[in-house]
């Protein structure tokens, strides 16, 4: 069987009209990207319109079409990353600021959470090696650890020591790799269990925001806990978010942990710019092939059925924990490796979303 080339698929896109156009929607700029990966077919949409009926129909038609077109390939059909401008403006289709209710930060331009449905999906090693890229991208980066009864960002960075407090008795958070720290690990012994009620938690992580000189950033990476509890709700409603992002792992039951996720933003109007699946293939040091021991394709699976863009696959290898357990992230212990090229391709698709425009 020939091989399946972007010129057929787009041959067969522009059999379909934009509604309520006469003109096809290739020729109206929808598609925004083809990507072909063995038997995978996933096709990227650019639908700037807030009619949700448009969007709706288009990525039916887009997917129906598609699969009858070449049954033997399984398609996938994912909208771009929204313009998500977030400097005080509305938003498209009238959704509120998430900023209106919350009080911004002084300096810091935009607050991303990065969580998950659940625990172990290597939440804080995405926020890690993310907010490094994000820096070698540069732009002035900060990461908060808001998990504050399991933090591990100290031992991810290799920071071993307690942060100074200014004449205006303030926190000054520590620098390394480019990027501005504060965690709860840089201020308790190792050995020390934090025994708090929510409350307190909430307290902290408050304090954590306002409480730090944080200075001029372009983005605070927050590294949320893991789950979806009264203790994260309580967090993101009194936190000034711009968006989230959401980390899972490729298992079918990524799905129903993404969409917990989902769920918890949508309840404070805070926009998800997309899904990250981590863990998704191992690469063969003998012969470079992929190997999805985890299942294939979760992740895209749930922002395709959540409506979210796919942000992309990050691949699980040794070198990754071990940079983690060294304290030097894989973007810096092996910059060249295939993880750290992932972490700065998402990087770069964040950047190129134009969320970190100000009016």
Known sequence: MAELTKDQILSALSTIQYPGYERDIVSFGVIKDISIQGSRVTVTL?????????????????????????????????????????GGQQQPGGTPDPWADRQRIPGV??????????????????????AIA????????????????????????GIDSRPRVSPNEKLIPIEKYGIRMMSMGFLIDNEAPLIWRGPIVT??????????EWGELDTLVIDLPPGTGDIQL???????????IIVTTPQEVAVVDARRGLRMFEKVKTPVYGIIEN???????????????????GGAKAAQELDVPFLGEIPIQPAIA???????????????????????QVAARLIATGFLEEE
Do not use: W
């Not at 820096?135 to 960075?157: F, K, R």
């Not at 307290?203 to 730090?212: E, M």
């Not at 309580?234 to 989230?244: E, H, M, N, R």
């Not at 063969?284 to 999805?292: F, I, L, R, T, V």
């Open 46 to 86: 650019n639908l700037n319109t807030p009619n949700q009926e448009i969007k709706s129909t288009i990525k039916t038609t887009v997917d129906q079409v598609l699969r009858q077109k070449f049954p033997d390939n399984t398609i996938i059909v994912i909208e771009a990353i929204p313009d998500l401008r977030l």
């Open 109 to 130: 331009k935009t607050l991303i959470a990065v969580a998950s449905g659940k625990g172990g999906v290597g939440k804080s090693t995405v926020s890690t090696n993310l």
């Open 134 to 157: 994000l820096a070698q991208q540069g732009l002035q980066v900060g990461l908060m650890d808001a998990d504050i009864y399991g933090p591990s960002i100290h031992i991810m960075m």
């Open 203 to 212: 307290k902290a992580v408050q304090q954590f925001l306002r409480d730090v």
């Open 234 to 244: 309580t967090l993101v409603q009194k936190t000034p978010l711009s968006g989230a």
């Open 279 to 297: 863990m998704s293939y191992f690469v063969c040091d003998n012969c470079g092939a992929k190997h999805y021991i985890f299942s294939q394709g």
């Open 322 to 344: 071990e940079g983690g357990d060294a304290g030097e992230p894989i973007v810096i212990r092996e910059p060249e490796s295939e993880p750290a090229l992932a972490f700065r």
